[in-house]
């Protein structure tokens, strides 16, 4: 497949295709789960995981049933007390030290692996996705034998159930294995059902580092794998980043239970931009926000808050540059935008942009030709949105934008916050002042001041609100490891 | 011929007055060896409904205010207590059943607990925030605010210093609060109420409701304006708080759970009451000229 550059207009360069090759990586037809350090056959059905860009079959992959979560935690319960939560913590952070090594030896294979299970493009594999997830490692290996600085305690809770998404599979992967370990806790860890691959090359970099078995664990599956592991009586520690709908049954699910619980869920963030910002700036800000990831992003800048002033002026530049995206082969080198990561994602951002026409919103889409096989969509803005709309109030997770203007700072304000989600907002301004009064009142856990999607592995991210509880990240993502 | 006294009325507090529950139902307090002392107000959910509003609309005023302020504020609330020693000694002699003298040590242990909240007002975003070094050119600061509006099942054996220590640690942060008072047990919080409407606590910043759990708790839980639940005030009653979770998840609130049974009051605090109801916001900005 080639990739498409941009038709819309004279002054729009073309580029010749530059893919990467995917002979670096080693797809099996089939895998199995990885249960105390070892692959083994899963007893439920398997299933197979497609390139979205192509919809090629890549691979098998096992579904662990009920009996298997069961063997996964068994195998962690093990690794934990005899061996991992006993061991030193300066012990604990040279395997972790080792993995991050590894993560960034084989950086490339997993870049390319990533992209194609998951259809984001390489360039943001190579240059955000591997490289956090490799300091992820790093940063919390240092950690495993200075706890007691945490100022949250020195002893782990034991086994951690984690449940993780399909947008960002290997850096999500690296948020909840890095830190449970270096506290000393085990793990069973389930990846997306839609983008199992880097996870269960994962499994084989801890077989590389000679991470003692059972310390992790990986278990393939879908929605009922999740379940039996959130809901397996010695699982300690339930950690979630999804969707809030599937949040909230886990928090109904550990009610009453020991367990303790970190969400990290969906957001509907609001960019603010006002009239005296560096609209350029602004503008790359925007479309970062809304378009980096295809919009797959839980903190994406979905709502465009535009100071009425400059409305027209930044919607034009928005235009013009949302024109120059390459949507296309996600292993091209100068692709923007990939596909979307499933066949059920794009029939539910097809769904709700039709909702946004229907309500009266007005929809302009990049222009730009889409591949014929694969998932696809344009990336697309709606303007003359309210806050009734649907487009302005539900996650679309998609690369759909919806543009609200106002009038003052308090206008903002009360727009911005007008959700019951909390998770990320931006605000763009030269006004000092103006930043930080905006930052204030915000009830968002990331706020984005003068730039958009910025991760850290030294820094918290997490929601107020229905976005869910907990931190990732930094000395405050411990917390959740920690007794 | 002797003078007859003068009794006294015992309601609600919702947004800085006295209301009485608007069901018009009350309950016999008895004393602890079961004779009437009084009748308190029965809080309907109307009245919890009405409460979390009251909370709500507290919460942007009391939030904004200065850490320093919310300190002196909170320490000005045990130099009142101070001054009502004899009624919270009676309360506790009548409610408790303890002696003059044990209810004397409660009182103070209660009063010295808020004058030891009051100090962290200016002290928790230093000890729990913190500056955090990228790797890039960004300032990036991660600071702790309040999560809301939070709904505390107060304990109902301890009903003073049981009440101040979960009450306390909620709102020294900014956080507004609805408290439900122990049940059996509901004069002192009534009076701590009296306390609060003469002190500079501003209206609705705390809200108190006496009566049964049954009426009230379940509205607070489910209620989509509430941001946290603590469910102290069923301490081994694991059924109840159960049930109290399933519904706290209709909109994610932060769940402080039951304990098996209410703790030592006496112990030292620490801070997990406070930093359970904290939120904590990242803040980045590019390093630039």
């Known amino acids: ?20 090759s995917r002979s670096i990586v080693d797809i099996k037809p089939s895998y199995g789960l990885f249960v105390n350090g070892e692959f083994v056959d899963g007893h439920g059905r398997s299933f197979k995981t497609i390139s979205p860009s192509t919809e090629e079959v890549l691979a098998d992959v096992a579904e662990a049933d009920v009996g298997d979560v069961d063997l ?19 012990e604990r952070a040279k395997y972790l030290f080792r993995i991050a090594r590894i993560i960034q030896e084989r950086g490339r294979e997993l870049a390319v692996l990533e992209s194609i299970d998951n259809g984001k493009p390489i360039k943001e594999t190579r240059d955000v996705d591997v490289p956090i997830a490799a300091a992820h490692f790093f940063y919390y290996a240092g950690w495993a034998d200075k706890l007691e600085y945490s100022g949250h305690g020195t002893e782990s809770l034991g086994v951690a159930g984690q449940v993780i998404p399909w947008n960002f599979p290997l850096l999500m992967l690296s948020w909840k294995i890095a830190p449970a370990l270096a506290c000393g806790n085990t793990v069973v860890l389930k990846p997306a059902e839609t983008t199992p691959l880097t996870a269960l090359l994962f499994a084989e970099i801890c077989q590389q580092a000679d991470l003692p078995p059972g310390v992790v664990n990986i278990i393939t599956g879908a929605g009922d794998t999740g379940r039996a592991l959130v809901s397996h009586p010695d699982v300690d520690k339930v950690a979630f980043t999804g969707s809030t709908e599937v949040g909230r049954a886990i928090a109904k699910s550990v009610a009453g239970t020991d367990k303790r619980v970190t969400l990290e869920l969906g957001g509907k963030a609001a960019n603010i931009v006002f009239d005296d910002a560096p609209l350029d700036q602004a503008v790359e800000g925007i479309v970062n926000g809304i378009f980096f990831n295809q919009g797959h992003v839980c903190c994406a800048g979905s709502r465009l808050l535009v100071q009425e002033s400059v409305a027209d002026e930044v919607l034009a530049r928005l235009k013009r540059r949302m024109a120059t995206l390459r949507v296309g082969d996600p292993l091209d080198k100068n692709t923007d935008v990939g596909a979307i990561n499933s066949a059920e994602q794009l029939a539910k951002i097809r769904e709700l942009s039709a909702i946004g026409e229907q309500e009266g919103a007005e929809r302009w889409s990049a222009p730009c030709e889409l591949p014929d096989h694969g998932f696809w969509f344009a990336p697309t803005i709606f303007t003359g949105v309210t806050q009734a709309h649907r487009i302005a109030r539900e996650e679309i997770f998609g690369p759909v934008l919806s543009v609200l203007t106002f009038r003052t700072p308090a206008e903002a304000i009360e727009k911005a916050n007008n959700t019951p989600y909390g998770l990320s907002a931006g605000v763009w301004t030269d006004k000092g002042s103006r930043i930080l009064k905006m930052a204030n009142a915000l009830r968002a856990g990331v706020v984005w ?18 976005s869910g509880y907990g931190r990732e990240g930094g000395r405050h993502g411990l917390e959740g490891y920690l007794k | 011929m002797t003078r007859v006294d003068v009794r006294k009325t015992y309601k609600l507090f919702i947004g800085g007055e006295f209301p009485r529950s608007e069901s018009g139902h009350s309950y016999e307090v008895t004393d602890a060896r079961g004779r009437f002392v009084a009748n308190a107000a029965l809080a309907s959910r109307k009245d919890a409904r009405d409460a979390v509003s009251a909370a709500r609309k507290a919460f942007p005023g009391w939030s904004g205010r200065t850490a320093y302020n919310r300190g002196q504020v909170v320490y000005r609330i045990a130099e009142v207590m ?13 409610g408790e059943g303890r002696s003059a003298a044990a209810a004397g040590k409660e009182l103070d242990a209660s009063i010295d607990r808020l004058v030891w909240y009051a100090g962290w007002a200016d002290k928790l975003t230093q000890v729990v925030g913190n500056a955090n070094p990228v790797a890039g050119p960004f300032f990036n600061l991660s600071t702790p605010e309040p999560t809301g509006v939070v709904a505390v099942l107060a304990p109902q054996e301890s009903s003073l210093l049981g ?3 979960v009450l306390a640690p909620v709102i020294v942060s900014g956080n507004t609060v609805i408290v439900t008072a122990s049940a059996d047990r509901p004069l002192p919080a009534v009076t701590f109420a009296e306390v609060l409407a003469t002190s500079d606590v501003p209206g609705g910043v705390v809200n108190i409701l006496t009566g049964s759990l049954d009426r009230t708790a379940a509205t607070l839980a489910s209620h989509m304006d509430v941001n946290a639940i603590d469910l102290t005030g069923l301490a081994g009653d694991p059924d109840q708080a159960t049930a109290l979770e399933v519904e706290a998840a209709a909109n994610l609130k932060r769940v402080r759970r039951a304990p098996v049974a209410e703790p030592d009051w006496g112990d030292d605090p620490g801070l997990d009451r406070m930093t359970a109801v904290l939120e904590t916001k990242t803040v980045w900005h590019p390093i630039g000229v």
Request: aromatic content about 10%.
């Open chain 1, 1 to 20: 497949m080639v990739s498409t550059g941009s038709t819309s207009g004279a002054n729009v360069f073309e580029y010749a295709p530059a893919p990467e």
């Open chain 1, 72 to 90: 996964a935690v068994k195998a962690a319960r093990r690794a934990h007390s005899r061996v991992w939560g006993r061991m030193p913590g300066k």
């Open chain 1, 449 to 466: 001041a003068n730039t958009f999607n910025k991760f850290d592995p030294t820094s918290p991210f997490g929601g107020y609100k229905e």
């Open chain 2, 82 to 94: 101070e001054d009502r020693r004899p009624q919270f000694v009676e309360a506790l002699r009548q």
């Open chain 2, 163 to 165: 009440l101040v220590s």
